[in-house]
Protein backbone atom coordinates (compact mmCIF):
# COMPACT_ATOMS: atom_id res chain seq x y z
CA UNK A 1 0.00 0.00 0.00
CA UNK A 2 0.92 3.23 -0.65
CA UNK A 3 1.04 6.40 1.89
CA UNK A 4 -2.90 7.64 0.48
CA UNK A 5 -4.22 3.79 0.50
CA UNK A 6 -3.74 2.90 -3.16
CA UNK A 7 -2.38 -0.26 -3.90
CA UNK A 8 0.70 0.18 -6.69
CA UNK A 9 2.38 -2.64 -6.27
CA UNK A 10 5.73 -2.16 -9.30
CA UNK A 11 7.78 -5.32 -9.50
CA UNK A 12 11.47 -3.71 -10.71
CA UNK A 13 13.31 -5.81 -13.09
CA UNK A 14 14.89 -2.99 -14.39
CA UNK A 15 14.88 0.98 -13.62
CA UNK A 16 11.34 2.16 -13.51
CA UNK A 17 10.17 4.88 -15.90
CA UNK A 18 11.55 8.13 -14.90
CA UNK A 19 7.74 9.77 -15.31
CA UNK A 20 5.63 11.39 -12.94
CA UNK A 21 3.94 8.69 -11.46
CA UNK A 22 0.52 10.70 -11.36
CA UNK A 23 -2.63 10.31 -8.81
CA UNK A 24 -5.76 8.50 -9.17
CA UNK A 25 -7.46 12.07 -10.38
CA UNK A 26 -4.73 11.94 -13.28
CA UNK A 27 -5.35 8.14 -14.59
CA UNK A 28 -9.55 9.00 -15.04
CA UNK A 29 -12.15 6.90 -14.28
CA UNK A 30 -13.35 5.67 -17.77
CA UNK A 31 -10.89 4.71 -20.45
CA UNK A 32 -7.72 3.39 -19.73
CA UNK A 33 -5.34 5.99 -20.86
CA UNK A 34 -1.62 6.97 -20.71
CA UNK A 35 -0.37 10.09 -19.90
CA UNK A 36 -0.36 11.35 -23.28
CA UNK A 37 -3.51 10.50 -24.30
CA UNK A 38 -2.98 6.74 -25.86
CA UNK A 39 -6.13 4.77 -25.47
CA UNK A 40 -5.56 1.48 -24.53
CA UNK A 41 -7.92 -1.34 -26.32
CA UNK A 42 -5.68 -4.45 -27.04
CA UNK A 43 -4.39 -7.07 -23.94
CA UNK A 44 -2.15 -9.95 -24.97
CA UNK A 45 -2.81 -12.75 -22.23
CA UNK A 46 0.13 -14.91 -22.43
CA UNK A 47 -1.42 -18.23 -20.67
CA UNK A 48 1.96 -20.48 -20.35
CA UNK A 49 5.81 -20.01 -20.64
CA UNK A 50 6.04 -23.71 -21.88
CA UNK A 51 6.17 -24.36 -25.50
CA UNK A 52 6.59 -27.36 -27.87
CA UNK A 53 9.03 -26.06 -30.23
CA UNK A 54 12.41 -24.43 -29.39
CA UNK A 55 13.14 -21.88 -31.92
CA UNK A 56 16.13 -20.10 -31.95
CA UNK A 57 15.19 -16.09 -31.76
CA UNK A 58 12.94 -17.30 -28.65
CA UNK A 59 14.30 -19.26 -26.40
CA UNK A 60 17.01 -21.72 -26.03
CA UNK A 61 17.50 -25.26 -26.80
CA UNK A 62 17.41 -26.29 -22.71
CA UNK A 63 18.07 -24.51 -19.87
CA UNK A 64 14.96 -22.74 -19.11
CA UNK A 65 13.33 -22.87 -15.88
CA UNK A 66 9.70 -23.28 -16.34
CA UNK A 67 6.59 -21.85 -13.77
CA UNK A 68 5.34 -23.84 -10.92
CA UNK A 69 1.91 -24.57 -11.62
CA UNK A 70 0.78 -22.46 -8.25
CA UNK A 71 2.86 -19.33 -10.21
CA UNK A 72 0.21 -19.52 -13.46
CA UNK A 73 -2.76 -17.55 -13.03
CA UNK A 74 -5.38 -19.80 -12.78
CA UNK A 75 -8.65 -19.42 -15.75
CA UNK A 76 -10.89 -17.80 -12.96
CA UNK A 77 -7.60 -15.40 -12.37
CA UNK A 78 -7.38 -14.42 -15.55
CA UNK A 79 -11.61 -13.82 -16.68
CA UNK A 80 -11.36 -11.89 -13.50
CA UNK A 81 -8.60 -9.49 -14.67
CA UNK A 82 -9.81 -9.76 -18.09
CA UNK A 83 -13.27 -8.38 -17.04
CA UNK A 84 -12.05 -6.07 -15.15
CA UNK A 85 -9.74 -4.57 -18.05
CA UNK A 86 -12.57 -4.76 -20.37
CA UNK A 87 -14.53 -2.47 -17.93
CA UNK A 88 -11.78 0.11 -18.82
CA UNK A 89 -12.21 0.22 -22.11
CA UNK A 90 -10.22 -2.86 -23.78
CA UNK A 91 -12.16 -4.22 -26.80
CA UNK A 92 -9.45 -6.94 -28.55
CA UNK A 93 -7.76 -9.87 -26.27
CA UNK A 94 -5.28 -11.81 -28.06
CA UNK A 95 -3.95 -15.10 -25.98
CA UNK A 96 -0.17 -16.67 -26.34
CA UNK A 97 2.00 -18.21 -24.52
CA UNK A 98 4.92 -19.68 -25.16
CA UNK A 99 2.78 -21.77 -26.37
CA UNK A 100 -1.26 -21.62 -25.46
CA UNK A 101 -2.41 -24.77 -27.09
CA UNK A 102 0.07 -26.67 -24.88
CA UNK A 103 -1.69 -25.45 -21.64
CA UNK A 104 -4.44 -28.29 -20.42
CA UNK A 105 -8.27 -27.51 -21.16
CA UNK A 106 -7.47 -24.17 -23.22
CA UNK A 107 -10.69 -23.76 -24.76
CA UNK A 108 -12.68 -23.79 -21.73
CA UNK A 109 -10.67 -20.42 -21.11
CA UNK A 110 -11.99 -19.40 -24.55
CA UNK A 111 -15.30 -20.01 -23.16
CA UNK A 112 -14.85 -18.09 -20.54
CA UNK A 113 -13.81 -14.95 -22.41
CA UNK A 114 -16.29 -15.50 -25.09
CA UNK A 115 -19.06 -14.77 -22.94
CA UNK A 116 -17.81 -10.64 -21.77
CA UNK A 117 -19.94 -9.14 -23.53
CA UNK A 118 -17.62 -6.24 -24.32
CA UNK A 119 -14.96 -7.52 -26.07
CA UNK A 120 -14.84 -7.12 -29.90
CA UNK A 121 -12.40 -9.75 -30.36
CA UNK A 122 -11.07 -12.48 -28.81
CA UNK A 123 -7.70 -14.07 -30.79
CA UNK A 124 -5.01 -16.75 -30.36
CA UNK A 125 -1.14 -16.74 -31.59
CA UNK A 126 -0.08 -20.75 -31.47
CA UNK A 127 2.92 -22.59 -33.85
CA UNK A 128 0.01 -24.61 -34.95
CA UNK A 129 1.43 -28.22 -33.83
CA UNK A 130 -1.40 -29.61 -32.11
CA UNK A 131 -4.07 -27.28 -34.20
CA UNK A 132 -5.20 -29.89 -36.69
CA UNK A 133 -6.81 -31.41 -33.71
CA UNK A 134 -7.52 -28.57 -31.75
CA UNK A 135 -9.10 -26.28 -34.17
CA UNK A 136 -12.68 -27.16 -34.04
CA UNK A 137 -12.83 -26.73 -30.35
CA UNK A 138 -11.46 -23.52 -30.18
CA UNK A 139 -13.68 -22.43 -32.56
CA UNK A 140 -16.94 -23.83 -30.73
CA UNK A 141 -15.89 -22.57 -27.99
CA UNK A 142 -15.58 -18.74 -29.32
CA UNK A 143 -12.29 -18.13 -30.69
CA UNK A 144 -12.38 -15.52 -33.36
CA UNK A 145 -9.45 -15.28 -35.13
CA UNK A 146 -5.94 -16.98 -35.50
CA UNK A 147 -2.38 -16.27 -36.40
CA UNK A 148 0.12 -18.59 -36.88
CA UNK A 149 4.13 -18.63 -36.56
CA UNK A 150 5.28 -19.98 -39.42
CA UNK A 151 8.95 -18.86 -40.13
CA UNK A 152 9.59 -20.66 -43.52
CA UNK A 153 7.90 -22.86 -46.15
CA UNK A 154 10.67 -25.07 -46.17
CA UNK A 155 11.04 -28.24 -44.02
CA UNK A 156 14.70 -28.34 -43.43
CA UNK A 157 14.76 -24.57 -42.46
CA UNK A 158 11.83 -24.96 -40.50
CA UNK A 159 13.32 -27.70 -38.73
CA UNK A 160 16.83 -25.78 -38.29
CA UNK A 161 15.00 -22.86 -36.47
CA UNK A 162 12.09 -24.36 -34.53
CA UNK A 163 14.84 -27.59 -33.27
CA UNK A 164 11.48 -29.50 -34.33
CA UNK A 165 10.64 -31.41 -37.88
CA UNK A 166 7.10 -30.62 -37.29
CA UNK A 167 6.69 -28.67 -40.40
CA UNK A 168 3.91 -30.67 -41.67
CA UNK A 169 1.89 -30.58 -38.54
CA UNK A 170 1.83 -26.81 -39.01
CA UNK A 171 0.49 -26.94 -42.65
CA UNK A 172 -2.41 -29.50 -41.91
CA UNK A 173 -3.26 -27.22 -38.66
CA UNK A 174 -3.76 -24.46 -41.12
CA UNK A 175 -5.82 -26.21 -43.60
CA UNK A 176 -8.27 -27.03 -40.65
CA UNK A 177 -8.73 -23.77 -39.87
CA UNK A 178 -9.78 -23.18 -43.33
CA UNK A 179 -12.87 -25.39 -42.72
CA UNK A 180 -14.41 -22.69 -40.10
CA UNK A 181 -15.60 -20.04 -42.00
CA UNK A 182 -16.25 -18.01 -38.66
CA UNK A 183 -12.30 -17.97 -38.01
CA UNK A 184 -11.27 -14.96 -39.93
CA UNK A 185 -8.37 -13.98 -41.45
CA UNK A 186 -6.22 -16.69 -40.81
CA UNK A 187 -2.76 -14.95 -40.85
CA UNK A 188 0.58 -16.28 -40.83
CA UNK A 189 2.86 -14.80 -39.13
CA UNK A 190 7.01 -15.37 -39.74
CA UNK A 191 9.95 -13.39 -38.22
CA UNK A 192 12.25 -11.96 -40.82
CA UNK A 193 15.69 -12.56 -40.10
CA UNK A 194 18.67 -11.67 -42.26
CA UNK A 195 20.51 -14.54 -44.53
CA UNK A 196 17.51 -16.59 -43.71
CA UNK A 197 14.64 -15.17 -44.65
CA UNK A 198 15.11 -13.85 -48.31
CA UNK A 199 14.75 -16.74 -50.33
CA UNK A 200 11.09 -17.63 -49.07
CA UNK A 201 9.55 -14.27 -49.16
CA UNK A 202 8.23 -15.15 -52.91
CA UNK A 203 7.39 -18.66 -51.56
CA UNK A 204 5.46 -17.10 -49.14
CA UNK A 205 3.61 -14.38 -51.03
CA UNK A 206 2.32 -17.18 -53.70
CA UNK A 207 0.81 -19.19 -50.65
CA UNK A 208 -0.80 -15.55 -49.75
CA UNK A 209 -1.82 -15.89 -53.46
CA UNK A 210 -3.42 -19.39 -53.51
CA UNK A 211 -4.59 -19.71 -49.52
CA UNK A 212 -7.34 -17.64 -47.81
CA UNK A 213 -4.19 -16.75 -45.63
CA UNK A 214 -2.93 -13.14 -44.75
CA UNK A 215 0.89 -13.93 -44.55
CA UNK A 216 2.70 -11.04 -42.13
CA UNK A 217 6.43 -10.43 -41.73
CA UNK A 218 7.76 -9.24 -38.25
CA UNK A 219 11.01 -7.48 -38.06
CA UNK A 220 13.64 -9.68 -35.95
CA UNK A 221 13.35 -7.69 -32.54
CA UNK A 222 16.03 -7.75 -29.38
CA UNK A 223 13.82 -10.72 -27.23
CA UNK A 224 16.06 -13.91 -27.28
CA UNK A 225 16.75 -15.61 -24.21
CA UNK A 226 20.55 -15.93 -25.25
CA UNK A 227 20.83 -12.19 -25.67
CA UNK A 228 22.11 -12.64 -28.87
CA UNK A 229 20.10 -9.89 -30.88
CA UNK A 230 22.15 -8.15 -33.20
CA UNK A 231 20.78 -5.41 -35.64
CA UNK A 232 22.82 -6.08 -38.13
CA UNK A 233 20.09 -9.50 -38.62
CA UNK A 234 16.97 -7.43 -39.21
CA UNK A 235 15.65 -7.95 -42.42
CA UNK A 236 13.23 -4.53 -42.65
CA UNK A 237 9.85 -4.56 -44.07
CA UNK A 238 11.16 -2.29 -46.96
CA UNK A 239 13.13 -5.12 -48.18
CA UNK A 240 11.18 -7.25 -47.88
CA UNK A 241 8.32 -5.35 -49.96
CA UNK A 242 10.59 -4.66 -52.54
CA UNK A 243 11.36 -8.48 -52.99
CA UNK A 244 7.72 -9.07 -53.79
CA UNK A 245 7.34 -6.13 -56.00
CA UNK A 246 10.15 -7.21 -58.33
CA UNK A 247 6.90 -9.94 -58.97
CA UNK A 248 3.94 -8.93 -57.95
CA UNK A 249 3.05 -5.18 -57.61
CA UNK A 250 1.45 -4.21 -54.10
CA UNK A 251 -1.23 -1.72 -53.46
CA UNK A 252 -1.77 -0.11 -50.19
CA UNK A 253 -4.96 -1.35 -48.12
CA UNK A 254 -6.15 1.51 -45.77
CA UNK A 255 -7.11 0.56 -42.11
CA UNK A 256 -8.83 2.86 -39.77
CA UNK A 257 -7.99 0.80 -37.01
CA UNK A 258 -4.98 1.19 -34.88
CA UNK A 259 -2.62 -1.63 -36.71
CA UNK A 260 0.87 -2.89 -36.06
CA UNK A 261 0.92 -4.73 -39.37
CA UNK A 262 1.35 -2.36 -42.89
CA UNK A 263 -1.28 -3.83 -45.24
CA UNK A 264 -0.98 -4.21 -49.23
CA UNK A 265 -2.76 -6.02 -51.20
CA UNK A 266 -2.00 -7.59 -54.70
CA UNK A 267 -2.45 -5.48 -57.25
CA UNK A 268 -4.56 -8.07 -59.53
CA UNK A 269 -6.72 -8.60 -56.51
CA UNK A 270 -5.44 -11.78 -55.46
CA UNK A 271 -4.65 -12.19 -51.35
CA UNK A 272 -2.82 -9.93 -48.56
CA UNK A 273 0.58 -9.35 -46.84
CA UNK A 274 1.41 -7.27 -44.42
CA UNK A 275 4.63 -6.13 -42.39
CA UNK A 276 5.55 -4.91 -39.17
CA UNK A 277 8.45 -3.02 -38.49
CA UNK A 278 8.72 -2.26 -35.05
CA UNK A 279 12.71 -1.89 -35.01
CA UNK A 280 12.89 -0.11 -38.78
CA UNK A 281 9.93 2.19 -38.58
CA UNK A 282 8.72 1.95 -34.84
CA UNK A 283 4.80 2.64 -34.37
CA UNK A 284 5.28 3.57 -30.72
CA UNK A 285 3.25 7.00 -31.12
CA UNK A 286 -0.22 4.97 -31.42
CA UNK A 287 0.40 1.85 -29.56
CA UNK A 288 -2.53 0.84 -27.84
CA UNK A 289 -1.23 -2.59 -26.78
CA UNK A 290 -0.33 -3.80 -22.98
CA UNK A 291 0.44 -7.61 -21.68
CA UNK A 292 -0.02 -9.67 -19.20
CA UNK A 293 2.54 -12.70 -18.39
CA UNK A 294 1.16 -16.00 -17.64
CA UNK A 295 2.21 -14.86 -13.74
CA UNK A 296 0.11 -12.42 -13.52
CA UNK A 297 2.63 -9.60 -14.41
CA UNK A 298 1.17 -6.65 -16.11
CA UNK A 299 3.99 -5.36 -18.61
CA UNK A 300 2.96 -1.54 -20.99
CA UNK A 301 5.14 -2.33 -23.81
CA UNK A 302 6.84 -5.37 -25.26
CA UNK A 303 10.04 -4.18 -24.04
CA UNK A 304 9.45 -3.30 -20.67
CA UNK A 305 12.27 -3.02 -17.77
CA UNK A 306 9.77 -3.05 -15.55
CA UNK A 307 6.22 -4.97 -14.18
CA UNK A 308 3.50 -4.65 -11.84
CA UNK A 309 1.99 -7.52 -9.86
CA UNK A 310 -1.69 -8.42 -10.43
CA UNK A 311 -1.20 -11.92 -9.22
CA UNK A 312 -0.38 -10.50 -5.32
CA UNK A 313 -3.45 -8.22 -5.10
CA UNK A 314 -5.77 -10.71 -6.67
CA UNK A 315 -4.78 -13.80 -4.35
CA UNK A 316 -4.58 -11.04 -1.38
CA UNK A 317 -8.30 -10.30 -1.32
CA UNK A 318 -8.19 -7.15 -3.04
CA UNK A 319 -11.61 -5.83 -4.84
CA UNK A 320 -11.99 -5.01 -8.86
CA UNK A 321 -11.68 -1.18 -8.19
CA UNK A 322 -8.13 -2.21 -5.95
CA UNK A 323 -7.14 -3.86 -8.77
CA UNK A 324 -8.07 -1.28 -11.45
CA UNK A 325 -6.46 1.57 -9.49
CA UNK A 326 -3.60 -0.95 -9.72
CA UNK A 327 -3.50 -0.97 -13.60
CA UNK A 328 -4.50 2.67 -13.80
CA UNK A 329 -1.39 3.64 -12.07
CA UNK A 330 0.91 1.28 -14.40
CA UNK A 331 -0.76 2.33 -17.67
CA UNK A 332 0.02 5.92 -16.76
CA UNK A 333 3.75 5.25 -16.65
CA UNK A 334 3.20 3.39 -20.26
CA UNK A 335 6.67 3.83 -22.01
CA UNK A 336 6.76 6.65 -24.83
CA UNK A 337 9.17 4.38 -26.87
CA UNK A 338 11.00 1.37 -27.13
CA UNK A 339 14.41 2.60 -27.59
CA UNK A 340 15.84 -0.14 -29.46
CA UNK A 341 17.59 1.85 -31.94
CA UNK A 342 18.87 4.54 -29.10
CA UNK A 343 21.97 4.47 -27.95
CA UNK A 344 22.31 2.38 -24.36
CA UNK A 345 19.53 0.45 -25.41
CA UNK A 346 18.90 -2.67 -22.62
CA UNK A 347 16.97 -5.41 -23.35
CA UNK A 348 13.23 -6.55 -22.30
CA UNK A 349 13.73 -7.88 -18.51
CA UNK A 350 11.99 -11.43 -20.32
CA UNK A 351 12.73 -13.28 -23.27
CA UNK A 352 9.69 -13.52 -25.60
CA UNK A 353 8.84 -17.15 -24.54
CA UNK A 354 8.43 -15.72 -21.30
CA UNK A 355 6.32 -12.73 -21.88
CA UNK A 356 3.84 -13.67 -24.51
CA UNK A 357 3.92 -13.41 -27.86
Not at 121 to 149: D, H
Amino acid sequence: MTDNGDIINLTEAGALPPVDPGTPDDWGDGQLVDRVGRAIKNLRVSVTDRCNFRCHYCMPEEGLVWLKRDELLSYEEIERLVTIFASMGVEEVRLTGGEPLVRRDLPQLIEKLSRIESLTSLSLTTNGFTLEKMCGELVAAGLQRINVSMDTPVREKFAHITRRDALPEVLAGLEECEKYPELAPIKVNAVAMRDFSEEDVLAFAELARRKPYIVRWIEFMPLDAEGKWDQQDVLTGAELRAIIESRYPLVPVQDNRIATAQRFAFADGTGEVGFINPVSEPFCDTCDRIRMTADGQFRTCLFSRWETDLRAPLRNGASDLEIEHVIRGAVWRKEMKHYVNDPGFQPASRSMSQIGG
